[in-house]
Structure formats: structure tokens, C-alpha cells
């Protein structure tokens, strides 16, 4: 037997194809979106502001001087100061690691119970599929900015209760997500390939199942990180969540309404530090979805 | 068709059933004791038994859901507001008139903005109208509604002086709250609907409507937005949702009397009866709403009509033309 050389082609050409993993398709994809790039771009810059706040921030997040109250943005605070003569842009530089320590816990935390209920759901089907559902539809049947206020006016304020009511309200999206791609996966042959040599129902769901429906839980993710810091700061809004002082933006929104007719920035940038946070994680969310699954492409 | 809404409604009772137990049971084990918050500071402890007695306080927590659900139900009786003393019910329903209004309003400017836009950036796609509506959807969705309202006040009342910042008694006091609620939604409506009119418009019987000389208006409106309203439908019947949860926000930005507002002043008094009957009102309202979404399927749709009217098999296949569209858009 003699290899012919078409025969060590095609194996070189299938070797090659494998090597170029989901993520490196994906960020090849991704680099050719420049609106993608432009949402990772600012979401890298908020977390190197994050991570160097103390380098970055020209004054600390509690300086007050009340001869300097309500100063216009100038050279010296280019955002302005506030009623207690505060910088804004050092605040906003520090509020910057509640709102994405908020939203990387609370999509975390609802990730892992909506993928719990979803695959759950959608791996045993029936009764524990049509109590969960139920459960779910419930929960969808409450607005979630409302569920959210629920909950916090029930746990009390503070960020800790916060990042769980914004949690919660996620979870049923998660859910749906993952159910959904349950069930499409679950009659393939390899899941019988792996039951019928002896694999747990864990197993089988975390090694064979989940993998596989990645693609719509990771852009549910960059998506529900956005969702989770909007409404967070919602209700640290309405005087809900995270209290002022603290140089939460939500909060800093709250504090500054009172001031809307003498010192217009006060409430300006820190809800523009919200909505520039927010349209990077967007863009970076809808890159990504288009990336990791053409067929979802809005 | 009848039967299938009879059979929605049906199917509401257990869901708004599982909302109010699961709202009941977060009020219920919140620490604190109503009947001291509603005596205040120097009530003694002999009031406040009597107190507790008189609103069935001491009972066990199941008998106290059961009296709950069921004054609600014969008596359409959400229970007394610990601050007023009043009825919960009678002020709930003074509240309606105003959240309505907010959410027509604000449902309309969303579906006619987004709509609108949506067709021409898809009849005109890659053009900069099309280009300059999408960075708009992007950055509509991006902004926190209550952000919105604020920069909507200093704009337009502050600086410009051109409409009032609170209130809600004469239509120019309308326009900033439905602004800012129906904003991001708009946003929503118009991505969904250009998608849906791209998708559309590459269909044969487009060309074949051209071929015959027909008109662009009559083609785009007639011929493709009809066979695009699904989508559409099923998106501004989601956003409901967002908007309702925007109007609590809306409403207490703008001093609005509405539900949102009772509900939000309610949270910081403690005053449970009134947060309860909130929360069921509006998801009472939202429910009804994705009720009419589904039945207004069937009069946009003709396939789904007849699926209703034949008997038998066919019936169950309805429902799941409009799942289907709802799980593409959520």
C-alpha cells in the first residue's frame, strides 16, 4: 500500500481546519466588525480606569471643599464639583468599580442559576421541565425592574441586596436560553453515545450539553452585564439601592437631581458614564452574537 | 378563537396566582412589624397587639395568603395602606388614569418612531439615513430612561424653558414622560422592524409587485410591512413590559400620579399593602397585554386565523407561530 499524495493532502487540510479553535474563529470574526471593536475598546478603557482609579482620579472620592460647590466644569474639575464641592470625575472614576463589580456578579450569579433551571428543564423534561417553566413564567409575568424594587424592598438596601434583586429578575432570560438549546442538542447521537457507555446525567450536561450551547449563553452573558449595571443603577435611582455618599452613579444621578436647575453636571456624567459603559458592552454583545452565530444575526 | 382566548385567561389565573404568593412571601418575611410602623414611635404595647389582632396580623402565614387572595377576589379589596389607613384599592385605581395615559402615549411615540424608521432604514439599507438610524438605536438602547428624563428636563424645561418639568395635568406635561419612557423602546421597534422588513423585501412577490408597476408606497406598505408585523408585534408587545418598568421611573422623575410613584413612596414608607396591590396591578396589566399580543397575531396573520377556525390538530400549531417569533426577539 502506497499513500498517494491526494490521500496526505486531505489529512493535512482536515488538521489545519481543527486547529483554529471557537475562540480564535470568534475573535476572527470579531476583528473584522470595527462597531464590536469600538465596544471592546471602551470596555477595556473603563476597566483599566477601574483597575488604575487611584492613579487616574485627580482628587480622592470623599475630597470636599464647600468654597468650590457647584463649580462649572473648568480646567481644575472637568467635570464640575457637586453640592458638597466634591470632584465628579474623580467620583465617577471610582464609581466605576461598583457598577462593574455589580454587573460582573450579578450576571455570574444569574448565569449559574438560570443555566441550573434551564438545563434541568430541558434535560428531564416533563413534570421537572413543567414546574420549572411555570416557575419561570411567573417570574416573567412581573416586569423586571419591578421584581427588581420587590426584592429590594424586601431584603432592605445596600449593594449586596442590590446585585441579588438584579440577579433574580435575569434569570428567567438565562432559563429560557438554555433550555431552548437543550433541546435541540439533546437527541443527537453523541449524547446517546455518551449515555450508552455509562456517563452520569452530570456529565453528560456539563461536558456534552453545555459545550454545545455556548454560543447564545455567552452573548445572553455580555448582554445581561449591561442589563444588570442599568438596572442596578435604577434602583440606586429611586433611592433604592446603593446609598449615597457612596459614589455609586446611579446614586450620584439621585443625589444631583435635586441641583438639575443650578448645576446641570452634576446629574450629566454620571448618567453619561452609564450610557458609554452600557453602549460598549452593547456593541461588544451584538459583535459577538454575530460572530459566534451567524444565524442569530439580527 | 374564542375558545383559545378563554383558554389564555385560564391560563392566567395560576400565573398571577404564583405572583401574588411570591410577592406575599418577600413582604411577608421582611423583617419589621406593620403594625408598630403604622402606630409610630410611641404606641404602647397593648395598641400595638390590638393592632396586629385587627389586621390579622397573628395569624399563621398561610391563613393570612388565603384572606389576602380571597378579599381580593369577592371583594376586589387589596387591604388597608398602613400610612392613609385607606382602602389600597380605591387609592390604586385614583393612580390608573395617569400610568395609562403615560403607557398609551409612550407605546404609541415607541411604535411610530421605531416603525417608521425601521422601514425607511430598511427600504433605503447601507444609505446614511439607515447608518444614522442604527447609531440612533444603539445609542437609544444604551441610556439609562432615567438619565433620559433628566437631560429631557434640563434641555427642555431648564435651558429652553419650552415645556414643563413636573406634573401631569394638561398634554404638554405628557410629552417628556412619554419621551423618555417610549426612547429606548423606539429603539428596540425600529432594529426589529427593519430586520424583519429586510427580510421581507428579498421575497419574490416583492419583484413580482414591482414588475407589474405597482407604486414604492403601496409595495412597502401593503406588500411588505403587512408580512412583516409578526416580528414587529411580538416586539412592541415585549417592550411593553420594559416600559411599564420605565414608567415607575418616569413617574417619579416627572411627579407623575401614577402607580409608579404611589408604588415607589409606598418602598420608602414600608408600607407593603400598597407595594402588593402595585405589583399585581401592573402584572395583571402586562399580562393582558401579551394576551392581546397573541390574539392580535390571529387578525394580522390570516395562516394563524385559520389555524383557529379549523378543528381539531391543527388548533395547537397557532400558539407556536407566536412563541417562535417571541423566543427569535427576546
Same mark, same amino acid.
Given at each position: 500500500?502506497?499513500?498517494?499524495?491526494?490521500?496526505?493532502?486531505?489529512?493535512?487540510?482536515?488538521?489545519?481546519?481543527?486547529?483554529?479553535?471557537?475562540?480564535?474563529?470568534?475573535?476572527?470574526?470579531?476583528?473584522?466588525?470595527?462597531?464590536?471593536?469600538?465596544?471592546?475598546?471602551?470596555?477595556?478603557?473603563?476597566?483599566?480606569?477601574?483597575?488604575?482609579?487611584?492613579?487616574?482620579?485627580?482628587?480622592?472620592?470623599?475630597?470636599?471643599?464647600?468654597?468650590?460647590?457647584?463649580?462649572?466644569?473648568?480646567?481644575?474639575?472637568?467635570?464640575?464639583?457637586?453640592?458638597?464641592?466634591?470632584?465628579?470625575?474623580?467620583?465617577?472614576?471610582?464609581?466605576?468599580?461598583?457598577?462593574?463589580?455589580?454587573?460582573?456578579?450579578?450576571?455570574?450569579?444569574?448565569?449559574?442559576?438560570?443555566?441550573?433551571?434551564?438545563?434541568?428543564?430541558?434535560?428531564?423534561?416533563?413534570?421537572?421541565?413543567?414546574?420549572?417553566?411555570?416557575?419561570?413564567?411567573?417570574?416573567?409575568?412581573?416586569?423586571?425592574?419591578?421584581?427588581?424594587?420587590?426584592?429590594?424592598?424586601?431584603?432592605?438596601?445596600?449593594?449586596?441586596?442590590?446585585?441579588?434583586?438584579?440577579?433574580?429578575?435575569?434569570?428567567?432570560?438565562?432559563?429560557?436560553?438554555?433550555?431552548?438549546?437543550?433541546?435541540?442538542?439533546?437527541?443527537?447521537?453523541?449524547?446517546?453515545?455518551?449515555?450508552?457507555?455509562?456517563?452520569?446525567?452530570?456529565?453528560?450536561?456539563?461536558?456534552?450539553?453545555?459545550?454545545?450551547?455556548?454560543?447564545?449563553?455567552?452573548?445572553?452573558?455580555?448582554?445581561?452585564?449591561?442589563?444588570?449595571?442599568?438596572?442596578?443603577?435604577?434602583?440606586?435611582?429611586?433611592?433604592?439601592?446603593?446609598?449615597?455618599?457612596?459614589?455609586?452613579?446611579?446614586?450620584?444621578?439621585?443625589?444631583?437631581?435635586?441641583?438639575?436647575?443650578?448645576?446641570?453636571?452634576?446629574?450629566?456624567?454620571?448618567?453619561?458614564?452609564?450610557?458609554?459603559?452600557?453602549?460598549?458592552?452593547?456593541?461588544?454583545?451584538?459583535? !459577538?452574537?454575530?460572530?459566534?452565530?451567524?444565524?442569530?444575526?439580527? | 378563537?374564542?375558545?383559545?382566548?378563554?383558554?389564555?385567561?385560564?391560563?392566567?389565573?395560576?400565573?398571577?396566582?404564583?405572583?401574588?404568593?411570591?410577592?406575599?412571601?418577600?413582604?411577608?418575611?421582611?423583617?419589621?412589624?406593620?403594625?408598630?410602623?403604622?402606630?409610630?414611635?410611641?404606641?404602647?404595647?397593648?395598641?400595638?397587639?390590638? !393592632?396586629?389582632?385587627?389586621?390579622?396580623?397573628?395569624?399563621?402565614?398561610?391563613?393570612?395568603?388565603?384572606?389576602?387572595?380571597?378579599?381580593?377576589? !369577592?371583594?376586589?379589596?387589596?387591604?388597608?395602606?398602613?400610612?392613609?389607613?385607606?382602602?389600597?384599592?380605591?387609592?390604586?385605581?385614583?393612580?390608573?388614569?395617569?400610568?395609562?395615559?403615560?403607557?398609551?402615549?409612550?407605546?404609541?411615540?415607541?411604535?411610530?418612531?421605531?416603525?417608521?424608521?425601521?422601514?425607511?432604514?430598511?427600504?433605503?439599507?447601507?444609505?446614511?439615513?439607515?447608518?444614522?438610524?442604527?447609531?440612533?438605536?444603539?445609542?437609544?438602547?444604551?441610556?439609562?430612561?432615567?438619565?433620559?428624563?433628566?437631560?429631557?428636563?434640563?434641555?427642555?424645561?431648564?435651558?429652553?424653558?419650552?415645556?414643563?418639568?413636573?406634573?401631569?395635568?394638561?398634554?404638554?406635561?405628557?410629552?417628556?414622560?412619554?419621551?423618555?419612557?417610549?426612547?429606548?423602546?423606539?429603539?428596540?421597534?425600529?432594529?426589529?422592524?427593519?430586520?424583519?422588513?429586510?427580510?421581507?423585501?428579498?421575497?419574490?412577490?416583492?419583484?413580482?409587485?414591482?414588475?407589474?408597476?405597482?407604486?414604492?408606497?403601496?409595495?412597502?406598505?401593503?406588500?411588505?410591512?403587512?408580512?412583516?408585523?409578526?416580528?414587529?408585534?411580538?416586539?412592541?408587545?415585549?417592550?411593553?413590559?420594559?416600559?411599564?418598568?420605565?414608567?415607575?421611573?418616569?413617574?417619579?422623575?416627572?411627579?407623575?400620579?401614577?402607580?409608579?410613584?404611589?408604588?415607589?413612596?409606598?418602598?420608602?414608607?414600608?408600607?407593603?399593602?400598597?407595594?402588593?396591590?402595585?405589583?399585581?396591578?401592573?402584572?395583571?396589566?402586562?399580562?393582558?397585554?401579551?394576551?392581546?399580543?397573541?390574539?392580535?397575531?390571529?387578525?394580522?396573520?390570516?395562516?394563524?386565523?385559520?389555524?383557529?377556525?379549523?378543528?381539531?390538530?391543527?388548533?395547537?400549531?397557532?400558539?407556536?407561530?407566536?412563541?417562535?417569533?417571541?423566543?427569535?426577539?427576546?
Amino acid at each position: 500500500m502506497t499513500v498517494t499524495p491526494t490521500a496526505i493532502d486531505t489529512s493535512i487540510d482536515v488538521s489545519s481546519i481543527k486547529k483554529e479553535t471557537l475562540l480564535q474563529q470568534t475573535w476572527n470574526g470579531l476583528k473584522k466588525n470595527r462597531l464590536a471593536m469600538v465596544g471592546l475598546f471602551l470596555i477595556i478603557l473603563l476597566l483599566f480606569v477601574t483597575i488604575f482609579a487611584d492613579f487616574i482620579a485627580p482628587y480622592g472620592v470623599d475630597d470636599q471643599d464647600l468654597t468650590r460647590a457647584y463649580t462649572a466644569p473648568c480646567k481644575e474639575f472637568i467635570f464640575g464639583t457637586d453640592d458638597f464641592g466634591r470632584d465628579i470625575f474623580s467620583r465617577i472614576v471610582y464609581g466605576s468599580r461598583y457598577s462593574l463589580m455589580i454587573g460582573a456578579v450579578a450576571a455570574t450569579l444569574s448565569a449559574v442559576i438560570g443555566m441550573l433551571i434551564g438545563s434541568l428543564a430541558g434535560f428531564y423534561g416533563g413534570k421537572t421541565d413543567n414546574i420549572l417553566m411555570r416557575f419561570i413564567d411567573i417570574m416573567l409575568a412581573i416586569p423586571s425592574t419591578l421584581l427588581g424594587i420587590s426584592i429590594v424592598a424586601a431584603l432592605g438596601n445596600g449593594i449586596r441586596n442590590v446585585i441579588i434583586a438584579v440577579a433574580i429578575g435575569a434569570v428567567p432570560a438565562y432559563a429560557r436560553i438554555v433550555r431552548a438549546s437543550i433541546l435541540s442538542v439533546k437527541e443527537q447521537e453523541y449524547i446517546e453515545a455518551a449515555r450508552s457507555i455509562g456517563a452520569s446525567d452530570f456529565r453528560i450536561i456539563m461536558h456534552h450539553i453545555l459545550p454545545n450551547c455556548l454560543a447564545p449563553i455567552i452573548v445572553q452573558i455580555t448582554m445581561s452585564v449591561a442589563k444588570a449595571i442599568l438596572e442596578a443603577s435604577a434602583l440606586s435611582f429611586i433611592g433604592l439601592g446603593v446609598q449615597p455618599p457612596s459614589a455609586e452613579w446611579g446614586a450620584m444621578l439621585s443625589a444631583g437631581r435635586a441641583y438639575i436647575r443650578k448645576a446641570w453636571w452634576i446629574v450629566t456624567f454620571p448618567g453619561l458614564a452609564i450610557a458609554t459603559l452600557i453602549f460598549g458592552l452593547n456593541l461588544f454583545g451584538d459583535g !459577538l452574537r454575530d460572530a459566534l452565530d451567524p444565524k442569530l444575526k439580527t | 378563537m374564542i375558545r383559545f382566548i378563554l383558554k389564555r385567561i385560564l391560563a392566567l389565573i395560576p400565573v398571577l396566582l404564583g405572583v401574588s404568593f411570591i410577592i406575599f412571601c418577600l413582604l411577608y418575611f421582611t423583617p419589621g412589624d406593620p403594625a408598630e410602623y403604622m402606630l409610630g414611635m410611641d404606641a404602647t404595647e397593648e395598641n400595638i397587639q390590638e !393592632l396586629r389582632e385587627e389586621l390579622g396580623l397573628n395569624e399563621p402565614f398561610l391563613v393570612q395568603y388565603f384572606n389576602y387572595i380571597k378579599n381580593i377576589v !369577592l371583594h376586589f379589596d387589596f387591604g388597608k395602606s398602613y400610612t392613609t389607613k385607606q382602602s389600597v384599592t380605591i387609592e390604586l385605581l385614583q393612580r390608573v388614569p395617569a400610568t395609562v395615559t403615560l403607557a398609551v402615549l409612550s407605546v404609541a411615540f415607541a411604535t411610530i418612531i421605531g416603525v417608521v424608521t425601521g422601514v425607511i432604514a430598511a427600504v433605503k439599507q447601507y444609505s446614511i439615513f439607515d447608518k444614522l438610524a442604527t447609531i440612533f438605536a444603539l445609542t437609544g438602547v444604551s441610556m439609562p430612561n432615567f438619565w433620559t428624563g433628566l437631560m429631557l428636563i434640563i434641555i427642555f424645561s431648564v435651558k429652553l424653558g419650552w415645556l414643563p418639568p413636573s406634573g401631569f395635568s394638561t398634554p404638554m406635561h405628557w410629552i417628556l414622560p412619554a419621551l423618555t419612557v417610549g426612547m429606548a423602546s423606539s429603539a428596540t421597534i425600529m432594529r426589529q422592524t427593519r430586520s424583519a422588513m429586510l427580510e421581507v423585501i428579498r421575497q419574490d412577490y416583492i419583484t413580482t409587485a414591482r414588475a407589474k408597476g405597482q407604486k414604492e408606497i403601496v409595495i412597502v406598505f401593503r406588500h411588505a410591512l403587512r408580512n412583516a408585523l409578526i416580528p414587529i408585534i411580538t416586539v412592541v408587545g415585549i417592550s411593553f413590559g420594559g416600559m411599564l418598568g420605565g414608567a415607575i421611573l418616569a413617574e417619579s422623575i416627572f411627579s407623575v400620579p401614577g402607580i409608579g410613584k404611589l408604588m415607589v413612596d409606598a418602598i420608602n414608607v414600608k408600607n407593603y399593602p400598597m407595594v402588593q396591590g402595585g405589583v399585581l396591578l401592573i402584572a395583571f396589566a402586562f399580562s393582558i397585554v401579551n394576551l392581546l399580543v397573541d390574539i392580535l397575531y390571529a387578525f394580522v396573520d390570516p395562516r394563524i386565523k385559520s389555524q383557529y377556525k379549523s378543528s381539531g390538530k391543527m388548533k395547537k400549531k397557532a400558539p407556536i407561530v407566536a412563541t417562535k417569533a417571541k423566543e427569535e426577539t427576546t
